[in-house]
Protein backbone atom coordinates (compact mmCIF):
# COMPACT_ATOMS: atom_id res chain seq x y z
CA UNK A 1 0.00 0.00 0.00
CA UNK A 2 1.16 3.49 -0.89
CA UNK A 3 2.47 5.82 1.99
CA UNK A 4 0.96 8.90 0.09
CA UNK A 5 -2.57 9.89 -0.18
CA UNK A 6 -3.84 12.78 -2.52
CA UNK A 7 -7.48 14.06 -1.53
CA UNK A 8 -7.84 15.89 -5.11
CA UNK A 9 -10.67 17.23 -7.47
CA UNK A 10 -11.12 15.17 -10.86
CA UNK A 11 -11.46 18.11 -12.70
CA UNK A 12 -9.47 20.34 -11.45
CA UNK A 13 -6.47 21.70 -13.09
CA UNK A 14 -4.58 22.35 -10.03
CA UNK A 15 -4.97 18.81 -8.76
CA UNK A 16 -4.45 17.32 -11.75
CA UNK A 17 -0.68 18.67 -12.33
CA UNK A 18 0.11 16.55 -8.70
CA UNK A 19 -1.35 13.72 -10.32
CA UNK A 20 0.13 14.58 -13.46
CA UNK A 21 4.05 14.40 -11.84
CA UNK A 22 2.90 11.29 -9.69
CA UNK A 23 2.23 9.81 -12.68
CA UNK A 24 4.67 10.61 -14.89
CA UNK A 25 6.87 9.93 -11.42
CA UNK A 26 5.18 6.37 -11.54
CA UNK A 27 4.99 6.94 -7.97
CA UNK A 28 2.25 4.90 -6.52
CA UNK A 29 -0.67 6.92 -4.10
CA UNK A 30 -3.71 6.27 -2.38
CA UNK A 31 -6.65 8.64 -4.68
CA UNK A 32 -9.32 10.13 -2.99
CA UNK A 33 -11.20 11.99 -5.42
CA UNK A 34 -13.36 15.29 -3.69
CA UNK A 35 -15.34 16.51 -7.23
CA UNK A 36 -16.83 20.50 -6.88
CA UNK A 37 -19.18 21.39 -5.11
CA UNK A 38 -19.71 17.68 -3.87
CA UNK A 39 -20.79 15.93 -0.26
CA UNK A 40 -17.41 14.21 -0.43
CA UNK A 41 -15.02 18.09 -0.54
CA UNK A 42 -17.43 19.17 2.32
CA UNK A 43 -16.74 16.11 4.10
CA UNK A 44 -12.96 16.52 3.65
CA UNK A 45 -13.10 19.88 4.80
CA UNK A 46 -15.02 18.95 7.87
CA UNK A 47 -12.19 15.88 9.00
CA UNK A 48 -9.65 18.23 8.29
CA UNK A 49 -8.22 16.50 5.55
CA UNK A 50 -7.44 20.08 3.54
CA UNK A 51 -5.39 22.17 5.33
CA UNK A 52 -5.93 25.07 3.34
CA UNK A 53 -9.81 24.46 2.72
CA UNK A 54 -9.34 23.19 -0.63
CA UNK A 55 -7.80 20.59 -3.27
CA UNK A 56 -5.57 19.31 -3.67
CA UNK A 57 -3.92 18.02 -0.55
CA UNK A 58 -1.01 15.48 0.22
CA UNK A 59 -0.86 13.52 3.00
CA UNK A 60 2.70 12.63 3.95
CA UNK A 61 3.00 8.99 6.10
CA UNK A 62 4.41 11.10 9.12
CA UNK A 63 0.86 12.74 9.15
CA UNK A 64 1.55 16.22 7.35
CA UNK A 65 -0.65 17.67 5.32
CA UNK A 66 0.90 19.87 2.57
CA UNK A 67 -1.67 22.54 0.28
CA UNK A 68 -1.27 24.34 -2.91
CA UNK A 69 -0.31 22.39 -5.97
CA UNK A 70 2.71 24.22 -6.87
CA UNK A 71 4.14 23.64 -3.06
CA UNK A 72 3.25 19.65 -3.91
CA UNK A 73 5.26 19.76 -7.58
CA UNK A 74 8.20 21.31 -5.59
CA UNK A 75 8.27 18.66 -2.58
CA UNK A 76 7.39 15.63 -4.88
CA UNK A 77 9.56 16.86 -7.97
CA UNK A 78 12.86 17.47 -5.56
CA UNK A 79 15.87 15.36 -6.42
CA UNK A 80 14.24 14.28 -9.92
CA UNK A 81 14.90 15.06 -13.94
CA UNK A 82 11.39 17.73 -13.28
CA UNK A 83 13.88 19.96 -11.36
CA UNK A 84 16.56 21.80 -12.83
CA UNK A 85 20.31 21.44 -11.16
CA UNK A 86 21.36 25.03 -11.40
CA UNK A 87 20.19 27.61 -8.87
CA UNK A 88 19.62 29.70 -12.01
CA UNK A 89 17.58 27.26 -13.67
CA UNK A 90 15.72 26.78 -11.01
CA UNK A 91 15.00 30.34 -10.63
CA UNK A 92 13.64 30.53 -14.04
CA UNK A 93 11.62 26.98 -13.69
CA UNK A 94 9.71 28.55 -10.60
CA UNK A 95 9.32 32.21 -12.62
CA UNK A 96 6.92 30.14 -15.07
CA UNK A 97 5.37 28.48 -11.64
CA UNK A 98 4.71 31.80 -10.21
CA UNK A 99 2.87 33.05 -13.50
CA UNK A 100 0.92 30.47 -14.12
CA UNK A 101 -0.78 31.39 -10.31
CA UNK A 102 -0.30 34.72 -10.61
CA UNK A 103 -1.13 35.32 -14.45
CA UNK A 104 -2.65 32.18 -16.03
CA UNK A 105 -4.76 30.58 -13.41
CA UNK A 106 -6.61 33.34 -12.29
CA UNK A 107 -7.58 34.09 -16.18
CA UNK A 108 -7.72 30.83 -18.32
CA UNK A 109 -9.01 28.25 -15.48
CA UNK A 110 -11.42 30.75 -14.58
CA UNK A 111 -13.15 31.32 -17.54
CA UNK A 112 -13.03 27.45 -18.17
CA UNK A 113 -14.67 27.09 -14.26
CA UNK A 114 -17.43 29.74 -15.69
CA UNK A 115 -18.33 27.60 -18.68
CA UNK A 116 -18.05 23.90 -16.99
CA UNK A 117 -19.29 24.29 -14.02
CA UNK A 118 -23.36 24.54 -13.43
CA UNK A 119 -22.90 25.90 -9.89
CA UNK A 120 -20.25 28.79 -11.26
CA UNK A 121 -22.92 30.00 -13.51
CA UNK A 122 -24.31 32.95 -11.73
CA UNK A 123 -20.88 34.12 -11.60
CA UNK A 124 -20.61 34.44 -14.84
CA UNK A 125 -21.70 37.38 -17.80
CA UNK A 126 -20.68 37.93 -20.91
CA UNK A 127 -18.71 41.10 -20.07
CA UNK A 128 -16.67 38.83 -17.89
CA UNK A 129 -16.43 35.87 -20.33
CA UNK A 130 -15.48 38.65 -22.92
CA UNK A 131 -12.36 39.93 -20.83
CA UNK A 132 -11.51 36.86 -19.72
CA UNK A 133 -10.91 35.73 -23.08
CA UNK A 134 -8.81 38.60 -23.88
CA UNK A 135 -6.85 38.74 -21.43
CA UNK A 136 -6.30 35.16 -21.62
CA UNK A 137 -5.06 35.36 -25.20
CA UNK A 138 -2.80 37.80 -23.68
CA UNK A 139 -1.56 34.62 -21.24
CA UNK A 140 -1.47 32.31 -24.41
CA UNK A 141 0.84 34.95 -26.20
CA UNK A 142 3.72 35.07 -23.16
CA UNK A 143 3.78 31.31 -23.41
CA UNK A 144 3.53 31.20 -27.19
CA UNK A 145 6.69 33.57 -27.10
CA UNK A 146 8.16 31.61 -23.86
CA UNK A 147 9.00 28.28 -26.31
CA UNK A 148 10.37 29.87 -29.00
CA UNK A 149 13.71 28.00 -29.68
CA UNK A 150 12.48 25.73 -27.08
CA UNK A 151 10.28 22.31 -26.87
CA UNK A 152 9.68 23.31 -23.45
CA UNK A 153 9.71 26.47 -20.75
CA UNK A 154 12.90 25.63 -19.65
CA UNK A 155 14.44 24.65 -22.40
CA UNK A 156 15.06 20.87 -23.79
CA UNK A 157 13.71 18.75 -21.24
CA UNK A 158 9.82 18.88 -19.16
CA UNK A 159 10.21 20.68 -15.95
CA UNK A 160 7.94 21.62 -12.98
CA UNK A 161 7.01 24.61 -15.03
CA UNK A 162 5.68 22.81 -17.71
CA UNK A 163 3.39 20.25 -15.79
CA UNK A 164 2.35 23.33 -13.96
CA UNK A 165 1.33 25.30 -17.12
CA UNK A 166 0.51 21.84 -19.13
CA UNK A 167 -3.04 21.69 -16.81
CA UNK A 168 -5.05 24.41 -17.67
CA UNK A 169 -3.61 25.09 -21.15
CA UNK A 170 -4.05 21.68 -22.54
CA UNK A 171 -8.33 21.94 -21.95
CA UNK A 172 -8.44 25.92 -22.87
CA UNK A 173 -9.81 25.36 -25.73
CA UNK A 174 -11.95 22.69 -24.81
CA UNK A 175 -12.81 24.19 -22.00
CA UNK A 176 -12.41 27.47 -21.72
CA UNK A 177 -13.29 28.21 -25.49
CA UNK A 178 -9.80 29.76 -26.24
CA UNK A 179 -8.21 29.37 -29.64
CA UNK A 180 -4.94 28.19 -29.97
CA UNK A 181 -4.33 28.30 -33.56
CA UNK A 182 -2.84 31.11 -33.58
CA UNK A 183 -0.41 29.45 -30.81
CA UNK A 184 1.54 26.56 -33.22
CA UNK A 185 4.51 26.98 -30.61
CA UNK A 186 1.97 25.99 -27.73
CA UNK A 187 0.20 23.47 -30.03
CA UNK A 188 3.30 21.51 -30.61
CA UNK A 189 4.21 21.75 -26.84
CA UNK A 190 0.79 20.32 -25.61
CA UNK A 191 1.22 17.39 -28.16
CA UNK A 192 4.97 16.63 -26.31
CA UNK A 193 3.62 16.63 -23.17
CA UNK A 194 0.98 14.14 -24.08
CA UNK A 195 3.14 11.73 -25.32
CA UNK A 196 5.84 12.26 -22.10
CA UNK A 197 6.18 8.51 -20.39
CA UNK A 198 3.95 7.81 -17.60
CA UNK A 199 1.42 10.02 -19.03
CA UNK A 200 -1.89 10.33 -18.45
CA UNK A 201 -4.60 12.82 -19.04
CA UNK A 202 -7.23 14.69 -16.58
CA UNK A 203 -10.21 12.19 -16.45
CA UNK A 204 -7.97 9.01 -16.70
CA UNK A 205 -7.75 6.95 -13.30
CA UNK A 206 -5.19 7.75 -10.95
Known amino acids: MSDLT???????????KVRL???????DYIHVP???????????????????????SLHLPDGTKLAESNAILWYLGAN????PETPLEQAQMLSWMFFEQNSHE??????????????????????????????GQAVLQTMEDGLAGKDFFCGANPTLADIALYAYT???????????????KLSAWIDRMGQLPGYKGLFESA
Do not use: C, W
Open 34 to 56: VEANSPDLQAAKDAGHLPMGRAP
Open 21 to 27: LLSLLGT
Open 106 to 135: PVIAVRSALLSYPHRAHESSPERLAALLKS
Open 80 to 83: TAFV
Open 170 to 184: HTAESRGGYDLTPFP
Open 6 to 16: LYSMPSSGNSY
